[in-house]
Every structure is written in C-alpha cells, then in structure tokens.
C-alpha cells in the first residue's frame, strides 16, 4: 500500500521565490495541507522542486495541485541514490487547472533524491504556483 513519502525529515529545495518572499510564498507551503497556502516561483523557465528523503523510496504516484493558468505544461521526473547523478524516471503533463492531480510511475528505481522539472509554464513569464506536493509509495531501509 503506497504512503506519502514526505515527512519531517524529508529536506526539500526550489529553484527560486516569488521576489525571494520565503515568509509569503516558501517551499514549506507545498507540504502544510492549507488551500490558503502554497510555493510561487519566480520568472523564468525550467522551475524545479528537490526532494531528498532520509531512507531510499520507490515512487509510485506523483500528487500536484496548481493555480490555473500558472501551473507547469510539461513536467520531467528524475531521481538518484544520495549522491549519484540524477537520471530521468519520466514525463508527465498535468492540466491548466486547479485540481488535485495525480501521475502514476510505473517501474520507478529506488531513490533517496527526486527532482521534478516544469520545463515551461502555462505563465507567459514562466512563473509557477503550487499549493499542494506529495509523493506516494513505498519506504525501505
């Protein structure tokens, strides 16, 4: 039975904050399960989130909610052991809405370090808002 793989200990990297207003638009908002809340990246292209787990996971599903109309049109997952270069797991390409959505991954490797990538935004100037990340699955020691 797949779990949600993020916990306390889970650490957590972004490319970039909204005019760098960690106290209004962190990371932290993807994980607080409050709608009121999320991440907004900066301008730009190829946005990114790092998760670093503290045990090796295998990855089933992949949960996101956006705003619409800023939410990422094409998506790559990668992944790696702690200290291994990242290697690509998938593509997805979520909706321009506000739902939750979910993306299967089928045949995911053990990792300890996801990436996902928006490579491009449905935002003309790249931005990305996220107010919900979970990643589900199976936890190992």
Known sequence: M????????????VSSVLNR????????????SNEDTCWNSDQGE??????????PVKVSELRLQFQGGFSGKSCKLQGSA??????????????DNNCLQSFPIQDAPLVQRLKIVFENSADFFGRIIVYMLDILGEKFL
Request: hydrophobic letters at 35%; charged letters at 30%.
């Open 2 to 13: 797949a779990e949600s793989l993020i916990c306390n200990n889970t650490q957590s990297r």
């Open 21 to 32: 207003d960690v106290k209004q638009f962190g990371k932290k908002f993807m994980f607080d």
């Open 82 to 95: 702690k200290e291994e270069d990242l290697k690509h797991i998938g593509d997805f390409y979520p909706e």
């Open 46 to 55: 190829s946005q990114w989130v790092v998760l670093e787990f503290p045990q």
